[in-house]
């Protein structure tokens, strides 16, 4: 017994020591650092878009900030899209087609099923807009889709995404490819 007494002493004043320095180092700072706490980002803003317009990748226009906030996830800030799952908006048919009922329909339901597009399979499925952007949204983005990397085709006015929002009102589902290639 009296052999374990001098090592309780010791043990409990060393855990009381570091106790007490655990304590006091932190009241001083020790653990803790003022100067380099996290701060919020946003990831859009203004300087990010001038960032992006030096790019000359980067989407154009009014829609360009939807795009980066919706679109770009999948179909790339570049308009190159995810080889086998998202297709390149940069060229495309569906973007430039003259019937501009197609990319609104695509932007408000959705698209799904395997397409071929440049020779390349893809099998993505698009979310629906619909619920989340309104017809200037949507119009923007797509006028900024029709004319950036390449793509020259006109703007699309909110009256065109109101006029077929209205005409696909009791649609459900995404649309697939040979649905899209009917007439509205």
Known sequence: MSQLFPFMRVTIVFVAVCIGFIFLSN???????????????EPYSAKAADAASANPDAPKGAGAAVFNQKCAACHQGNGKGLP??????????????ADVTIPIRIVLHGYQGKIQRAGKDYNGVMTPWKDALSDQEIADVLTTVRS??????????PKEVADVRAKTL???GAFTEAELLKPL
Request: proline letters at 10%; zero cysteines.
């Open 84 to 97: 086998g799952v998202y297709p390149p908006l940069a060229g495309s048919d569906f973007a430039q087609n």
């Open 170 to 172: 009791a649609r459900s």
């Open 148 to 157: 950036s990397w390449g793509n020259n085709a006109p703007a699309v006015d």
């Open 27 to 41: 009241m001083s700072g020790f653990f803790t650092s003022y100067k380099d706490d996290p701060t919020w980002k």
